[in-house]
């Protein structure tokens, strides 16, 4: 019944950068928790939201146009990854409340250097 704590909390990744607040509303009034995503959106509701995945889009542009006398080959397919620095994970700032233990932060870490080297491929849309 609505209002009773389950044993189960759901965890809902909202991919929809901005737009996405809802998912984050429905997360505090359910006692649930969500993942953010584009930027660091844990200072919404650190409560509720665990961590983000963030994309350096910004970043990424700003270094590609930076970059376009030296290396730019037109017509070619960049892709923006762990390695390249513009993907990671957020986790807010130590005045947050953090869900995520400092444990499980390292294993993520070691994951991201498993992805880095390539000892972990991670499938996309064009592979």
Do not use: H
């Amino acid at each position: 019944a609505r209002g009773q704590m389950s044993l189960f909390r759901l965890i809902v990744f909202a991919v929809a950068g901005k737009t996405g607040e809802g998912v984050f509303e429905a997360a505090a009034e359910t006692g649930n928790f969500a993942i953010g995503v584009d930027s660091d959106q844990k200072y919404i509701n650190p409560d509720v939201i665990l961590c983000s995945m963030v994309k350096q889009v910004g970043k990424s542009i700003y270094d590609t146009v930076a970059d376009m006398d030296a290396n730019f080959k037109g017509g070619q397919i960049w892709t923006a990854d762990m390695a390249t620095g513009y993907i990671d994970v957020a986790y807010g700032d130590d005045t947050m409340t953090q869900q995520v233990s400092d444990e499980l932060k390292a294993e993520v870490e070691d994951l991201k250097a498993k992805i880095v080297s390539g000892e972990i491929e991670v499938p996309t849309a064009l592979k």
